[in-house]
């Protein structure tokens, strides 16, 4: 993970209401923390000693694993099934926050878009759920659906590749 990823998970904490985000990608894990964060069941001293905004820590704290699991299996779902002809002209829609991305708005309904869909500015594309809150995706583009580059109910971080977009059909 690089420092301007890691910059943009602290504005992230900064700018919304995420107590805490945990990341682990390999050997590497970081936990950001907003100062005022206080996880259920535990009693913290209040330290008035001048702190930057989130605390940075890389402590070896159990984290799931479950998302990079995830994460990994959809790369190489990635990279077995190629979009065939000149993707140089694609759009990539990309995830505005970190969450869990479902395709449909219950494992009862179709998926909002499928390959093959022709899509208007403003069409919902899927769902985010963050912090038990569901936020609708909405595509900022005209276009035609190429490949779907995640998985219903995968973990996704932010910025992350969602859709292709063919903007010419």
Do not use: C, W
């Not at 913290?44 to 299996?73: G, L």
């Amino acid at each position: 993970m690089d420092i301007e990823a890691i910059k943009e998970l602290v504005e992230l904490v900064n700018t919304t209401n995420v107590g805490e985000i945990k990341i682990k990608e390999g050997d590497f894990k970081i936990s950001i923390r907003h100062k005022d964060y206080h996880p259920k069941g535990t009693v913290q001293n209040v330290v008035t000693s001048p702190q930057p905004n989130p605390i940075f820590t890389t402590a070896q704290a159990p984290v799931a694993t479950s998302a990079p699991v995830a994460i990994n299996a959809i790369e190489e779902k990635k990279e077995a099934t190629p979009v065939s002809g000149d993707s140089s002209n694609y759009i990539t829609v990309k995830s505005p926050m970190i969450g869990t991305f479902y395709r449909s708005s219950s494992p009862e309904e179709p998926p909002f878009v499928k390959v093959g869909d022709t899509i208007k500015k403003g069409d919902v594309i899927g769902i985010i759920e963050a912090m038990k809150l569901f936020n609708d995706i909405e595509s900022e583009y005209d276009g035609t659906i190429v490949k779907v580059l995640v998985d219903n109910a995968a973990s996704i971080e932010y910025d992350q590749g969602l859709f292709l977009i063919d903007p010419s059909k």
